[in-house]
């Protein structure tokens, strides 16, 4: 019986050692496995988007790709279309950012010409795709508005007010109107294709449009 007991609190005692070891060892370094399971649906997402096109995606089918349940995709999004909508944006951010270096019209040209790059890329192509899927659903295009235009159309607008604090531009200039007079242009081309839409188009745009608003 002693030689049992000894045994047992033997025993015991490498279980009690592996629960303090478990405790105390410090987290695997990395991105946390829901995030990166996150990342992986939207690079799935995307490529599915990109090879298929909007309508001709679904939530199983991102799941099964993927390698999740579609319980873990309603965990982050609440329809297939917000999944499609943040693949596509997440792989806009590198493409879209501008650095915050020179002067308010130094970094207006810059977003410009960095939008005619994004509108002939990959990622434009895409976004053709999901503005040709959603064309008919109002609730879309109004998602659509408020996750992507809207909050580029923000980004224009500081810098434009920031021109005109700076004396770059009159104070008498309407920021929705230089907005849309320096990106119609280049999404007119984009979208219907009768001209190619090169770096240089862009660029005089851009000079020509900056006439009327600059300061004399």
């Known amino acids: 019986m002693p030689k049992q ?12 050692m592996r629960r303090v070891r478990t ?10 496995r829901s995030e990166q399971a996150r990342q992986e649906i939207l690079e799935t997402a995307y490529k599915l988007l990109r090879d298929k096109g ?3 995606v679904g939530s199983h089918e991102i799941a099964q790709v993927a390698g999740v349940s ?11 279309e917000e999944i499609l909508f943040d693949a596509c944006f997440e792989h806009m951010k590198p493409v879209l ?23 002939v890329s990959e990622e434009g192509a895409v976004m053709a795709r999901v503005l040709t899927g959603i064309h008919e659903d109002k609730r879309l295009r109004q998602m659509f508005l408020e996750r992507y235009v809207n909050p580029r159309r923000q980004i224009q607008r500081g810098i434009i007010e920031d021109a005109i604090a700076s004396g770059e ?8 109107l230089l907005i849309d007079a320096l990106n119609g242009p280049l999404f007119f081309r984009w979208l219907q294709g009768h001209a190619p839409l090169e770096n240089s188009f862009a660029e005089r745009i851009f000079d020509k449009v900056l006439l009327a608003f600059q300061s004399k």
């Open 97 to 119: 950012a501008i650095p915050e270096t020179g002067s308010a019209l130094t970094r207006l040209r810059r977003y410009v010409l960095r939008a005619r790059e994004f509108l």
């Open 169 to 176: 531009l009159k104070r008498t200039t309407d920021p929705e």
């Open 70 to 80: 579609s319980a873990t995709l309603y965990r982050w999004w609440k329809s297939k």
């Open 5 to 16: 007991n000894e045994t047992i609190i033997f025993v015991i005692g490498i279980v009690v």
């Open 23 to 32: 405790k105390i060892e410090p987290r695997p370094r990395g991105r946390p």
């Open 54 to 56: 909007f309508n001709a």
